[in-house]
């Protein structure tokens, strides 16, 4: 029987915090309850249902939820309005049955394999109890969330996330992913094209495949074959009407050939990749259980160049893990150097019970921690600063995207994923222009719109162009 009170319209507000997956399931929990009658709202005080979609990485990010939880209770306390409060996303996996417990205002605690139940798990709460529900369903619940309509892929813009990869088998030894997101599992090829399609169809001109292990990716085609995330690149690459790909995040062990491979042969993948290595020393490594050493990491980044010498690199490292020596941090600052990054996030070690590194000896303590980040900061800033630089006099493809800051400005995307504003007229959202690159500033670079004739010939960079990123990257050296 259907639940008629679903049906009048009601708000929903959803915070969400971590990382692009999350963004990704707060869109699909909206497109969930949108058949329900629920529309979303910008403003809190107007919602129905406020769901909080939760990260559970670091301590910090999951200390947030529980303050943010206290000052909810008191909006619904004092606010003289009642609303339904849910939480979601890994805190909510990984906590459950303690936040139900730690606050009292919560209706629903939901973990992320159960979205696509959210309106029959509404109808519970509405029936009067709290819900708690984090068992991993049987189902896939991709089969049965609702893909999106038109107009609601077009308010979201035209570059899209999409989910092809759920999950870690990895267990390096700080991480709570594989607990809270489970066993590393991949989307179906045609379950993915499906989406696609349907986004591309809408509006949507770049698309970013999300997995917490992406490039593990190895779903099935419809003759049962396993197929890997370069194969799954050409199948989307074919669809028309999309201009880019990107991926995110790999595990250094599994850039295979057949993926580097395609990044020679695949011109809409993006000469940008995401490649953590998370600590430059080997003992570090193994303590981390990375599964790769140094020189392994190095050699990927050797084999990803022959293929696309323009790739830059992004990466995610981590400082004070147990056991980290001021030799072991030098050699985090000295892999820095070598590798010469477009992009990095910077952690402090945060322990998370139930991780083996939570239990190991010599944790480092905070103030050191402190002291080797900020070190870190300030040559990954200089390092990203030097490659917004070398940009400078090169003419870039850029993707406008959106309307710029100012009247008469557009935003948009470098092929590395920089921010770049310019001034151009609003008919050219959605389009590719090469783009001349006049300044850089600390967020964002600026560019003028160029003719096909005026273009640098080369869209690959050249050699002297090389040099001069080699150059800049080289002057963050000293
Ligand atoms: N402490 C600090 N940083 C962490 N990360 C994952 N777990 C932890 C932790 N316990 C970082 C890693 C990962 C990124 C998403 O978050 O660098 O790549
Ligand atoms: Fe966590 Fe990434 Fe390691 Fe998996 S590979 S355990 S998601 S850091």
Redesign the pocket.
Known sequence: MTDTTELRPRKLFIKTYG?QMNVYDSDRMADALAPHGYEPTPVIDDADLVVLNTCH??EKASEKVFSELGRLAELRREGGRDFTIGVAGCVAQAEGEEIARRSKAVDLVFGPQSYHRLPELLSRVRRGTPVVETEFPEEDKFEHLPLAQKQVIRSRGLTAFLTVQEGCDKF?S????PYTRGAETSRPLEQVLTEARRLIEAGVRELTLLGQNVNAYHGLDAAGRSIGLGELCARLAEIEGLARLRYT?SHPSDMTDELIAAHRDNDKLMPYLHL?V?SGSDTILKAMNRRHTRADYLRTIERIKAARPDMALSG???VGFPGETDADFEQTLSIVREVGYASA?T??????PG?P?ADMDGQVEEAVKTERLARLNELVTAQMRGFARACVGRTLDVLLDKPGRLPGQLGGRSPYLQAVHLEASADLIGTVQPVLIVGAGNNSIEGKIVTHAERNPASVLESQELAAISAALEHTRT
């Not at 952690?347 to 998370?352: A, L």
């Open positions: 990382c990485i670091r390096c700080f991480c709570v992913v995040t953590p998370q995610d490292f981590i996030f952690f402090k070690y945060s322990i998370r991780t590194g």
